[in-house]
Nanobody, 122 residues
C-alpha cells in the first residue's frame, strides 16, 4: 500500500486546511486508516482514525475542530482542519493498517505510512 499526502501549508490561527491522502496498491488489505502528526522534538501522535465501516475516533485536541472522512471511490482519505491553532503546527502523516479491523490512534498499530505534509499555523 502506498500513501501520498497533500494539502499542507501555512495558515493563520483560526484558519482552515484540508489534507488529502491518496492510496494505491492493495488498499483492501489495510482497511483502517488514520492521521498522525509530529512536531519537532515531540513524539508522533494520533489525530484521527477511521475504519472500514466509517467509524471515527479523534484525539482530544482534534475533537470539535477536525473531521476525518474518506472517499472509497477515489481511494482518498481527508482531514478537514478548522479553527487551527499554533500548537497544531507539525508534519502530518497519513497511515493505514493491515493489523486492525477497528480504530486506533496508536502509531505502532499502523504499518503503512506516507511521507508527510507540513502544516504551519502562525
Amino acid at each position: 500500500v502506498q500513501l501520498v499526502e497533500s494539502g499542507g501549508g501555512s495558515v493563520q490561527a483560526g484558519g482552515s486546511l484540508r489534507l488529502s491522502c491518496t492510496s494505491s496498491g492493495d488498499t483492501g488489505s489495510a482497511p483502517s486508516m488514520g492521521w498522525f502528526r509530529q512536531a519537532p522534538g515531540k513524539e508522533r501522535e494520533g489525530v484521527a482514525a477511521i475504519d472500514s465501516r466509517g467509524g471515527t475516533a479523534y484525539a482530544d485536541s482534534a475533537t470539535g475542530r477536525f473531521t476525518i472522512s474518506q472517499d472509497n471511490a477515489k481511494n482518498t482519505l481527508y482531514l478537514q482542519m478548522n479553527s487551527l491553532k499554533p500548537e497544531d503546527t507539525a508534519m502530518y502523516y497519513c497511515a493505514a493498517s493491515s493489523r486492525l479491523t477497528g480504530l486506533s490512534l496508536t502509531p505502532g498499530t499502523y504499518n503503512y505510512w506516507g511521507q508527510g505534509t507540513q502544516v504551519t499555523v502562525s
